[in-house]
Structure formats: C-alpha cells, structure tokens
C-alpha cells in the first residue's frame, strides 16, 4: 500500500513558475514508477510526466515539454514537477501516481494516487 500526498500548488501569474512535490508513504518508492496527471474543469484527466524507478527515464506530454520537469529523490520517498512558463490552460487539478508498471502513459496503469493539489494560473 502506498499513501501519496501532494503539495506545492497554488494561484501563480502567467509565465511564472510552481514546484509540486508528492511525498509517499512506505519502504517501496523506488519500486514503482510516478507519474503526474491533471484534470482542468470540465475536461478528463490527462497524462503530464512520468519517471522511471531510478529516475533515468522521464516523459511528457507535448503540452508540457519543455516547460515541465519532473524528477524523484527515493531516499526522501518523493516525486516532483518543476512548472514554468506556466500558461492559463494549464489550470487545473494536478495528481501524482505510482504504477507497479514500467512507464505509461495511460492512467488505468496506475495503482495509486494521491488527492491532487489545485494549480491555478491566471492571464
């Protein structure tokens, strides 16, 4: 079993930056691959990034590409994603994950998932 916990988001100008951390429960971090997805109001959720177990494997959506970053640190059992330029579109809820499954980009892979954190930015 693994609990997930996000933070970090918050209500930031266009063009500005936000760190998300998730921090998980338990001795098995590095056994799962992480990922984080959105949701926006009145849209599904969506795949951002995901990491590999060690952390030497990343992938983004092309929405994020280049703007996103996100890495892990397993002595400290926590993922994160770097956010800059941020854009108004990229409003909405943001939920961390673990999978058992080597990266994926798709949600149905993913055993757990924290509550999300709100990231709102405005124009």
């Known amino acids: 079993q693994v609990q997930l916990v996000e933070s970090g988001g918050g209500l930031v100008q266009a063009g500005g930056s936000l760190r998300l951390s998730c921090a998980a429960s338990g001795r098995t971090f590095s056994t799962y691959s992480m990922g984080w997805f959105r949701r926006a109001p009145g849209k599904e959720r969506e795949f951002v990034s995901t990491?590999?177990?060690?952390?030497?494997?990343?992938d983004y959506a092309d929405s994020v590409k280049g703007r996103f970053t996100i890495s892990r640190d397993n002595a400290k059992n926590t993922v994160y994603l770097q956010m800059n330029s941020l854009k108004p579109e990229d409003t909405a809820v943001y939920y961390c994950?673990?999978?058992?499954?080597?990266?994926?980009?798709?949600?149905?892979?993913?055993?757990?998932w924290g509550q999300g954190t709100q990231v709102t930015v405005s124009s």
């Open positions: 990491i590999s177990r060690n952390g030497g494997i990343t």
């Open positions: 994950a673990a999978a058992r499954a080597v990266l994926s980009f798709h949600s149905y892979d993913y055993n757990y």
